[in-house]
């Protein structure tokens, strides 16, 4: 058995570009998804957030339409109250990356937040990258690479192809309008190649030990791709 280790948001609300606050959290799915198939595979997964705040679940991510009707919105809400770890997170300030063999950081807009600005998550992705250690990451997860930059001031993971929550996504979602920037925006910035597929299609997208998704339906299949970078 190994550890993988899960960095969740510890956001509960997104700042807009008028300043209001837009409740949020972890995606649930994002969160399920990659547990269950890590649990069912016989890996240990342990949460940490910055802080060790306990995280937020976004609620919109628990409505029965976004999770292909309400019997399987039960399943997605039974399955969170078993992920225990999500109730007593480590802070993220306290861990040590030589512990885990995968780190995986899911989605929902509270990456856009804290992760993104979060110079110890970031310093955390680049130890990661540099150790060769699988790490996955989906939909506005990729905001947390913002914050990987290197002493050179360059972004560590600038030249790398990644998937990530697109604007077209964000366009159709409501939100693009009233946000501050846009991940798909944020990303190409820093020199990191957004490949993007159809909306809401699962879509995942390797480049050396990085694994990325792009939205919450790429969840299940990134899971299984960082799974097998397990042995």
């Given at each position: 058995?190994?550890?993988?280790?899960?960095?969740?948001?510890?956001?509960?609300?997104?700042?807009?570009?008028?300043?209001?606050?837009?409740?949020?959290?972890?995606?649930?799915?994002?969160?399920?998804?990659?547990?269950?198939?890590?649990?069912?595979?016989?890996?240990?997964?342990?949460?940490?957030?910055?802080?060790?705040?306990?995280?937020?679940?976004?609620?919109?991510?628990?409505?029965?339409?976004?999770?292909?009707?309400?019997?399987?919105?039960?399943?997605?809400?039974?399955?969170?109250?078993?992920?225990?770890?999500?109730?007593?997170?480590?802070?993220?300030?306290?861990?040590?990356?030589?512990?885990?063999?995968?780190?995986?950081?899911?989605?929902?807009?509270?990456?856009?937040?804290?992760?993104?600005?979060?110079?110890?998550?970031?310093?955390?992705?680049?130890r990661a990258l540099e150790a060769g250690l699988p790490l996955g990451v989906v939909c506005h997860g990729p905001a947390a690479l913002l914050a990987a930059v290197g002493a050179d001031g360059r972004n560590v993971?600038?030249?790398?192809?990644?998937?990530?929550?697109?604007?077209?996504?964000?366009?159709?979602?409501?939100?693009?309008?009233?946000?501050?920037?846009?991940?798909?925006?944020?990303?190409?910035?820093?020199?990191?190649?957004?490949?993007?597929?159809?909306?809401?299609?699962?879509?995942?997208?390797?480049?050396?030990?990085?694994?990325?998704?792009?939205?919450?339906?790429?969840?299940?299949?990134?899971?299984?791709?960082?799974?097998?970078?397990?042995?």
């Amino acid at each position: 058995m190994s550890k993988i280790l899960f960095v969740v948001t510890g956001a509960d609300s997104w700042t807009l570009a008028d300043g209001s606050e837009h409740p949020t959290g972890f995606w649930a799915e994002e969160a399920v998804a990659p547990y269950e198939a890590f649990r069912a595979a016989g890996h240990e997964v342990v949460v940490a957030t910055p802080g060790g705040v306990v995280p937020t679940v976004d609620r919109a991510s628990l409505a029965p339409e976004v999770n292909g009707g309400q019997e399987n919105a039960d399943r997605v809400a039974k399955a969170l109250e078993s992920f225990t770890g999500l109730r007593s997170p480590l802070r993220l300030e306290d861990v040590r990356l030589d512990d885990y063999a995968a780190v995986f950081y899911p989605g929902g807009h509270g990456p856009m937040e804290d992760l993104a600005v979060n110079a110890e998550s970031g310093r955390l992705l680049a130890r990661a990258l540099e150790a060769g250690l699988p790490l996955g990451v989906v939909c506005h997860g990729p905001a947390a690479l913002l914050a990987a930059v290197g002493a050179d001031g360059r972004n560590v993971f600038a030249g790398y192809e990644v998937a990530a929550f697109t604007n077209a996504e964000e366009i159709q979602g409501g939100l693009a309008e009233r946000a501050k920037w846009l991940l798909q925006d944020r990303l190409t910035e820093a020199g990191i190649t957004v490949r993007a597929g159809e909306p809401w299609a699962p879509r995942v997208v390797t480049d050396r030990n990085l694994v990325t998704g792009q939205n919450p339906a790429s969840s299940a299949p990134l899971a299984q791709e960082l799974l097998k970078r397990l042995g």
